[in-house]
């Protein structure tokens, strides 16, 4: 948990916020191959990840038969017929993919062990991107993939990131990954962007104030009590389509909606902590975490849809602690 007075995970997260700094990260990552990649990938996910050319990635989430979410992914189209699927649950899409490939001629593999992620966001964080590869990035656009070197190490850097900022994601082989940290310790301290050490700054923290929810957030959910209908294709199919439909046409139940915690610290709010209106159930807590930059206890809840009203008081917990219902972005 983080806290107000922990100055070391304050600097990590205003060297994000005013300037850079870097990150090894690495999710779960699993290649999708075959003659039938595009249509498979676009069968298990809601966004329309056919359309996205070469070189290109797309935000998405997977849903069951339910219409409900079970993850939120970066679906990365690396070649023909190539994707990789950046994910916290690797073995789980696996067993997924096995049970729903019937009728696709594809391969699904996972290869996390074979790459490595490092991360550099901030503001500025182009620069220090630019100052370790063989070649300027500066005209990649969000979302996009390229092919560079740090020193001898091959990287794919990919515009993208967890935290809101301008950001960049290097792919690394595994055997590289050494390589490529020490190159971005050494020019990252010229600049006074650090290494960041602490886990929440930059999976909890930084991100939360954002508006950025994990999968864990939104878990057992549609995307559109999610705010991400927007990231949803009803024109093609996919799993859990059917259900959906008829979720859309019955509004949502449920709400995934910020809380700003008025008393006392988020160090006493865990997960799965009840949310009472007036006295009586209403919701639960899925992330609560301290924001630097907005200097306020923050979090994410789902609340019953017709009582998750911006501005109304609620109570947190069994020692009641008091929150309001806002916006998910902080900041």
């Known amino acids: 948990m983080l806290f107000k007075e922990d100055e070391a995970a304050r600097a990590e997260a205003m060297a994000v916020r005013n300037n850079a700094a870097w990150y090894r990260w690495t999710h779960d990552l699993v290649e999708v191959t075959g003659p039938d990649a595009d249509r498979f990938v676009d069968y298990l996910y809601v966004n329309n990840i056919a ?13 069951n038969e339910e219409g409900k979410i ?43 062990a074979e790459w490595d992620m490092v991360a550099i966001q901030g503001p500025q964080s182009l620069d220090l991107v630019n ?10 656009k969000r979302f996009s993939i390229v092919d560079r070197c740090v ?27 050494a390589a490529v940290e020490e190159a ?15 886990l929440e700054v930059y999976v909890r923290s930084v991100p939360v104030e954002k508006g950025f929810a994990l999968r864990q957030d939104m878990y057992g959910l549609t995307p559109f009590e999610c705010d991400l209908g927007w990231s949803v294709c009803m024109d093609k199919e996919f ?19 910020g809380l700003r ?66 916006d998910k972005v902080f900041v």
């Not at 190539?82 to 899409?93: D, E």
């Not at 100052?131 to 990649?140: H, I, K, N, T, W």
């Open 239 to 257: 799993v859990g389509k059917a259900a959906l439909e008829k979720a859309i046409e019955e509004g949502p139940k449920k709400k995934l909606v």
């Open 261 to 326: 915690f008025e008393r006392p610290s988020t160090e006493d709010i865990s997960q799965t902590e009840i949310v009472y209106r007036k006295g009586v159930p209403c919701g639960i807590v899925r992330t609560a975490i301290y924001g630097y930059t907005v200097d306020d206890n923050i979090g994410f809840a789902v609340i019953e849809a017709k009582k998750a009203i911006p501005g109304e008081r609620v109570t947190v917990g069994m020692n009641d602690s008091s929150a309001v219902i806002c």
């Open 70 to 112: 079970i993850d939120d992914t970066i679906v990365m189209h690396m070649g023909e017929q190539l994707f990789w699927i950046s994910t916290l649950y690797a073995p789980q899409f696996l067993k997924w993919a096995a049970t729903h490939c019937e009728g696709f001629d594809v391969e699904c593999r996972d290869i996390t």
């Open 151 to 177: 020193g001898e190490a091959p990287v794919k850097v990919h515009r993208a990131g967890f935290t809101g900022e301008l950001g960049f994601e290097f792919y690394i082989p595994a055997e590289h990954t």
């Open 184 to 198: 971005l310790k050494a020019e990252g301290e010229k600049r006074e962007m650090p290494e960041l050490q602490i």
């Open 51 to 63: 359309k996205a050319p070469v070189g290109k990635s797309k935000y998405t989430t997977m849903l």
């Open 131 to 140: 100052a370790v590869l063989d070649e300027p990035v500066d005209d990649l």
